[in-house]
């Protein structure tokens, strides 16, 4: 087996037992990310990774042991690095470097992971297909005429492709979980609050979250321990103690049962005429193998459903134009070259510094948020989300998951839908609602659709079950081999 087929309970027995190092290991996905196709990374420098290595290599010497020492992680480009660039894929912070580390890079360094690098994103983590970062799009490794989803494109990507074994990203209507889905790896979106937004470059606040991407569940659940806990620096950030969520998946006592009397939930909102066909067979098949491992269906219904668009594009792009208005040329990014007075330097700078994207969103959000408008758009949205978080608190009375697909079609060609930014919104469908609620997120992959683009299924819990989502994804995937499938064959 090659370095990079290794699953990370792999890469710690070799790296524990002294068959290859830290140092090798960096080196090995150095050397498939120089050789990237994929346009997956923003931001790679050899030699501080292998810096990195060599400190972990010096730990695991001294004896130390601990579940990520020497384990390679990519960070989206959104978690701001110091060293590293930190773009959040924007011309506006193309050549900015953080001072310091988002809580999410610093504690996993300390863990002693070693970061690859940053990946490409779309910008300000606004999009669900990477297509719109300054930096050129990502192709998807399955088939790289295909998106590969987004906002976290690249991290999804890299994880498909053996260019990083876990990478972390960001999710705030579905950016872990839709590309996840796209690139056929594992991804969880955890509880709002549970991981630490500070140093992630803020797009909608009350919507973003941390998450993390393997090729399984198993390896996601090492990732998210490492990332989540308590950081007084997070307004946000939730008080409760810590979670091994790598040692909640001890092997079930029932036998060939494993997932016996686990009641999930299948909302019928998800499954309507807007399903495509070729997503809907495996999310079934799925559902079936479920059933075959012990666990029951149950119908439900979120009837608000559809109304997580509407609510959802009005809260993001309003929060976000608030969060953006510090770009302005002064304290940091891109400034103009030439301006007339202040004002002319404010327009020019931000003109030239934002693409067509966050330009829209920023005029929408400022618009919902205006004096006569407020009451209509912004006020209303937050009520609608409160319906939707009713929906769900409803669901949950009967049920321990949700069940779903994640995006109602598979991925799309890159450029087929650049000029339809509102079919775009569509799609995010099934992820907003738990955006929305705050409620963890999960998607693995269970098979393939049209041109063999992969598919995923959504598990959406209660708050604060990640665990419970996890143990369901690693019993599944104990039980079947979608997520070992690779691209390429
Ligand atoms: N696709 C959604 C958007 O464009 C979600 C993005 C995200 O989760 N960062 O806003």
Known sequence: MKLHELTLAELRGGLDAGRFGAEELARHYLERIGADRLNAFIDVQP???LEQARAADTRIAAGERAPLLGIPVAHKDIFVTRGWRSTAGSRMLADYVSPYDATVVARLQVAGAVCLGKTNCDEFAMGSSTENPHFGPVRNPW???A????????SAAAVAAGLAPIATGTDTGGSVRQPAAMCGVTGIKPTYGRVSRYGMIAYASSLDQGGAFARSAHDCARLLTAMAGFDPQDSTSLQRDPEDF??????????SQPLRGLRVGIPAEFFGPGLASDVRAPIEAALAALESLGAHRVAVSLPKTELAIPAYYVIAPAEASSNLSRFDGVRYGHRAGAYADLLDMYKRTRAEGFGAE???RILIGTYVLSHGYYDAYYLQAQKLRRLIAE?????????????????????????????????NYLADIFTLPASLTGLPGLSMPVGFG???RPVGLQL??????????LMVAHRFQQASDWHLRRPGG
């Open 450 to 452: 049209a041109g063999g």
């Open 147 to 154: 998106i590969p989803g987004g906002s976290s494109g690249g």
């Open 358 to 360: 966050v330009k829209r």
């Open 391 to 423: 929906d769900f608190r409803a669901a949950f009375a009967s049920v321990d998951i949700i069940a779903g697909p994640v995006s109602p079609t598979v991925a799309w060609n890159i450029g087929e839908r650049t000029d339809d930014p509102v079919q």
């Open 143 to 145: 088939d790289e005429a």
């Open 47 to 49: 030699q501080r990774t």
């Open 460 to 469: 959406i819990g209660n708050y604060f079950d990640e665990a419970r989502l």
């Open 246 to 255: 790598a040692a909640k998946l001890a092997a079930p006592t029932s036998g």
